[in-house]
């Protein structure tokens, strides 16, 4: 038995750049003052569908939403193995927050069409609430397995998973349509494949096109590989803008301060017995070590 399977992944600032104009005056991030990455546990998710895909067969569509440069992850995607993607962008899905951002997810997969598995990372690495995939399963009105280390086994439309819990894991099964958040213990993602790369490497969204000229766009309307990046508006998918961006979004920030990290106090010790043992007092004091 084949599944129709959809992966909702995300371009996230790279948080280990952060810099001094990391967020806006109006508390949403800068995404254009830090380098843009795949969210690591996306790829996770992505790994375990392209998994079932080459064990049962099945298609896998591939969505995100965000500005038009989030194309870059829809692309790594079709290098992985991905069959359809599609970019949500459209300035009526700005500065949403995890409620606005759940309904137009919720909106695009109803667009997709019928669905037997949903895939999300367990959350993403610039906002890290992990409420984006269960309030999308809630919005779909479906069963949802967050934390899932492992799938072990897929029957007809029945699957069984390994999920993470505090102090150890619980073995839970659930019927089809079903949403599932994957960890990073749960594997480790595919690169890109070569063959997959020369094949999509061309690939753009109709809103990249203003960055090519017209023997690019000729040459693209020649091969159907090139056209493999849907766009999608809040009018594609039929939804209402007070749900959208800012508009559908009950979550506001207040107040941002900038935090100074210094450098902390520096101690030399003398490399002797007698420094040794200064160095012991102090930190049995402070009841570092006991």
Not at 34 to 54: F, G, R, T, V
Not at 77 to 84: I, K, W
Not at 117 to 124: D, H, N, P, V, Y
Not at 131 to 147: C, D, H, M, R, S
Request: hydrophobic share 35%.
């Amino acid at each position: 038995m084949s599944y129709q399977m959809i992966v909702l992944v995300k371009q996230v600032p790279d948080t280990q750049n952060i810099t001094a104009q990391a967020m806006k005056e109006d508390g949403t991030v800068n995404r254009s003052a830090l380098p843009a990455i795949y969210n690591p546990e996306d790829l996770n998710a992505l790994e375990e569908a392209l998994k079932i895909k080459e064990k049962y067969g099945g298609k896998i569509t591939v969505i995100t939403m965000g500005p038009p440069n989030a194309a870059e992850v829809l692309r790594q995607s079709l290098y992985r193995g991905a069959d359809e993607v599609v970019l949500l962008s459209d300035r009526k899905f700005a500065g949403a927050d995890t409620l606005a951002t759940s309904y137009v997810l919720a909106k695009a997969i109803k667009k997709t069409g019928d669905f037997d598995l949903i895939f999300c990372g367990r959350q993403a690495i610039d906002g890290d609430t992990a409420q984006v995939g269960p309030q999308t399963a809630e919005k779909l009105k479906i069963n949802q397995i967050t934390f899932v280390d492992k799938i072990l086994s897929i029957k007809d439309k029945e699957l069984t998973v390994e999920r993470s819990i505090e102090g150890g894991y619980e073995v839970v099964k659930s019927s089809f349509p079903l949403l599932l958040t994957i960890t990073d213990e749960s594997n480790i993602p595919r690169p890109p494949a070569v063959k997959k790369v020369l094949t999509y490497k061309n690939a753009v969204s109709p809103l990249e096109l203003d960055n090519y000229d017209d023997e690019y766009l000729s040459n693209q309307n020649n091969n159907p590989s090139n056209l493999k990046i849907q766009h999608w508006t809040h009018e594609s998918i039929d939804a209402k803008t007070v749900q959208c961006g800012l508009s559908g979004s009950p979550t506001k920030v207040k107040k941002i301060e900038s935090v100074i990290l210094e450098a902390p106090e520096i101690k030399n010790i003398a490399n002797s017995d007698e420094g040794i043992k200064t160095l012991l007092k102090e930190l049995t004091d402070e009841h570092i070590i006991g």
